[in-house]
């Protein structure tokens, strides 16, 4: 079975700052890694994904990495901006027709 | 850039009452997704739909939930007789083929039952 575990539940940051979110997976045979930005009132909307052939992958000012002998990958946003409010997702996927299962969220808080 | 809509935004029902939620995913996409978010909580995998046929589908999604694409555009969930637990934002998603090909969401119903 899947289990995605995600850390912290709350972050708040400065504008500017960077931040950094982790998730620890169970599953082996997990072999792609999606981070979802959630704003309210909105579906979860990828902003960055991994597969298991890469440990890091940069867009911009978002980067992933991922270990996959520890089981765990994260997110970092540098040069926060207030507009980067939102419940931020990592995910993990498997298998063939590729559901992912989505860690518990993170509420990322970037003060102006 | 193409999207995943899902119509209502919004559905209030009473306990015990059918409900049908649905989708319409992108074009070209191939696998169709729901799942469920209650409030302040993680998304949900319901079930996953290939080739007009469930593929995969969790513990919640249950003989009281079915899913169906009646046409070649829509994608359908139906709950059979709602309960108060069944209240939560439902989300559409769909994925082209290609392995690791990302799921698209759509911006959820907001079921509610009364």
């Known amino acids: 079975g899947e289990n995605v575990e995600q850390h912290p539940s709350t972050l708040s940051v400065q504008e500017g700052d960077s931040a950094v979110i982790k998730c620890t997976y169970s599953d082996s045979a997990s072999n792609y890694f999606p981070w979802y930005k959630q704003e309210l009132g909105k579906g979860p909307q990828l902003i960055i994904d991994?597969?298991?052939?890469?440990g890091e992958k940069k867009d911009q000012r978002i980067a992933v990495t991922l270990n996959k002998t520890a089981k765990h990958f994260s997110l970092h946003i540098t040069e926060t901006q207030p507009e980067d409010s939102a419940v931020y997702f990592c995910a993990e996927g498997s298998g063939g027709y590729q559901k992912v299962t989505f860690g518990t969220g993170t509420k990322l808080q970037v003060i102006p | 850039e193409p999207e995943v809509t899902q119509t209502p935004s919004h559905q209030v029902t009473q306990m015990g009452q059918e409900v049908i939620l649905r989708c319409v995913p992108i074009s070209n996409h191939l696998y169709f997704y729901w799942y469920r978010q209650i409030l302040g909580q993680k998304v949900e995998f319901l079930v996953s739909f290939y080739n007009n046929e469930i593929s995969e589908k969790s513990e919640i999604f249950d003989d009281q939930f079915s899913v169906e694409r009646p046409d070649g555009s829509n994608f359908t969930l139906k709950i059979r007789s709602t309960k108060l637990e069944d209240s939560a934002m439902y989300f559409c998603?769909?994925?082209?083929?290609?392995?690791?090909?990302?799921?698209?969401f759509g911006n959820g119903t907001r079921l509610t039952v009364t």
């Open positions: 998603a769909s994925r082209r083929q290609g392995i690791n090909s990302p799921l698209h």
């Open positions: 991994i597969r298991s052939n890469v």
